[in-house]
């Protein structure tokens, strides 16, 4: 039967999904699969987290990788935990040699980006802290999916195609991305949605790190590959560097909008510009969802908090801010008061002296998990260390070569980053996790989310169907074509420049599982990609 995989000529609705005794919200429905089955096996939400993190590692390459970096708020127990499981540049990367040899930022390409993956050290903290399966049963189904293969998915194909598209026009200058495509077009061209892809080395690193608890990535034979591929290629990362790695627990911070508390993980995540636009929000009162006002006030909140969020955010102990001060609601209401009818440029406030998969899961017992995962853009770096199938991210790409600023590349020091898992409770239980990847788009993502839900009481799955609106610099705004156009024509009328986009890929995908007074799970999924959610 002939057909066009990639066309989808009329609207469809999805319902909410409920459930009980579990529930594993993602953009594939191999890996939420993958997660409802650790949960049938025994596992805790903290093991379906895992396993489904796994399991996109392999089914969602494009978006993240063994290489890269994630980010965790877990409510286990009745209580709260952070996990930052970023990792640092490499002892030999030299802002000051790059600097010198002409370069005004780091590159997006090749090994001079990479700085030390966090992925497996997050898993592996996870699971001694919470787990009640072993790592290697968490990690043997994602496993499979490598060394069986899978058939590639209808989103991740386009993907593939952008970034084969992006690697070609770079391989001249960067010849190390030749690992990607001898890895992720094993034919010569990128796959298309429906082929089978195998990565059998893949599979080999992922049964190494859970036989090894993660010790052979950081200081074993994984290690001794990483080293001896970045040395080879001129690349900065040494196995000193994954030696001397750590995870960092923390506590998330929140604020209180609207009599609900919001929550996201403190620097060098950028979940702060959220949190920070909701208190500068909380000062209006929003008449509807689809007016122009509402967006008016919404695009202009978030224009102020990521002007402040750029300029003070990075790596904490450089930071030279106050955060309760920028978390404060007399802050707020201060920039509040710099909100009109016509659009701003925006600009930092006065203070006191951070390609990307998200997802959900929740246990019978009242386990939750916000789980956020990333090689940065797309497959990151384009280095791919052989026969292991480890993308290695380009996270260091974040850092500024500017002298000065919280987020000037230094040896030893975590870069800004976009990913950021969000969580929600009132008066001291947990509502539920909830998370929209894609870049800086996230905490303008969670922004909205958070609104349409609170101020106008859409349920989860309206929530993430809602159009969706990103600032980009300046009065620019991207917008979804399924904005009504009265709502286009009068934000431009207030000064906004607006870019209608076709393609919605590239705003974000989301996930939100809540839990209700009765114990009831009710999840909506991302209507943007190839949404699941698994359900017991």
């Excluded at 189904?141 to 899978?150: D, R, S, Y």
């Excluded at 122009?292 to 750029?310: C, N, P, R, W």
């Excluded at 209401?333 to 998200?358: C, F, H, M, W």
């Excluded at 997802?359 to 939750?368: C, E, L, Q, V």
Aim: hydrophobic share 40%; charged share 20%; proline share 6%.
């Amino acid at each position: 039967m002939k057909f066009d995989q990639y066309m989808y000529r009329y609207p469809s609705r999805r319902n909410l999904v409920y459930g009980r005794k579990g529930m594993v919200g993602t953009a594939s429905p191999l890996a939420s699969q993958v997660g409802l089955e650790i949960l049938k096996k025994g596992g805790n939400a903290i093991d379906a987290a895992i396993a489904t993190a796994a399991a996109l590692t392999v089914v969602e390459p494009s978006g993240n990788g063994i290489g890269g970096d994630n980010f965790a708020i877990v409510w286990f127990e009745g209580e709260m935990y952070g996990l930052n499981a970023s990792g640092a540049a490499p002892a030999l990367m030299d802002a000051y040699a790059m600097k010198d040899r002409g370069d005004k930022e780091v590159t997006k390409f090749g090994l001079d980006p990479v700085t030390v993956p966090g992925v497996p050290s997050g898993w592996v903290a996870l699971s001694k802290r919470f787990g009640k399966l072993p790592l290697d049963v968490v990690l043997e189904p994602a496993a499979i999916l490598a060394e069986e293969g899978f058939p590639v998915s209808v989103n991740v194909a386009r993907l593939w195609k952008r970034y084969y598209k992006i690697y070609s026009a770079a391989l001249k200058d960067y010849p190390i991305l030749n690992t990607w495509f001898e890895t992720f077009c094993p034919d010569g061209h990128p796959l298309e949605a429906g082929e089978l892809f195998k990565s059998p080395g893949h599979a080999k690193t992922l049964r190494d790190i859970g036989a090894t608890m993660g010790e052979s990535f950081y200081s074993g034979a994984i290690a001794d590959a990483i080293d001896a591929f970045s040395k080879e290629n001129g690349g900065f990362i040494r196995k000193d560097d994954l030696m001397k790695h750590e995870v960092e627990w923390v506590r998330p911070l929140s604020v209180n909008y609207r009599g609900y508390d919001i929550w996201e993980l403190p620097p060098n995540s950028i979940g702060i510009m959220a949190l920070m636009a909701l208190n500068i929000l909380e000062n209006f009162e929003l008449s509807g969802k689809e007016e122009v006002d509402t967006y008016h006030k919404q695009i202009e909140s978030m224009k102020l908090a990521f002007a402040d969020g750029m300029a003070h955010i990075g790596e904490p102990k450089t930071m030279r801010v106050d955060l309760d001060h920028l978390l404060s609601k007399e802050y707020g209401t201060a920039r509040s008061k710099l909100i009109g009818d016509q659009a701003l440029e925006p600009a930092p406030g006065e203070l006191e002296s951070n390609g990307t998969v998200y997802f959900s899961t929740a246990d019978k017992d009242g386990n939750m998990v916000s789980f956020i995962q990333s090689c940065y853009t797309g497959f990151g770096s384009g280095s791919v260390v052989p026969g292991l199938g480890i993308s290695l991210h380009n996270r260091g790409s974040q850092f500024t070569l500017e002298e000065g600023h919280p987020n000037f590349l230094e040896p030893g020091k975590r870069p800004l980053h976009t990913i950021i898992p969000g969580f929600i409770t009132k008066d001291n239980k947990p509502v539920g996790p909830f998370g929209v990847m894609g870049g800086p788009l996230q905490p303008q993502a969670h922004m909205q989310v958070v609104s349409s839900m609170v101020d106008f009481h859409l349920n989860p799955q309206d929530a993430l169907d809602a159009p969706r609106w990103q600032w980009v610099s300046g009065k620019k705004v991207q917008v979804e074509h399924g904005l009504p156009f009265h709502i286009t024509e009068a934000l431009m009328r207030r000064g906004h420049e607006i870019e209608v986009l076709n393609e919605t890929i590239m705003l974000g995908r989301g996930q939100i599982i809540i839990r209700n007074e009765d114990g009831v799970l009710v999840g909506g999924t991302e209507p943007r990609s190839d949404g699941y959610l698994a359900v017991w």
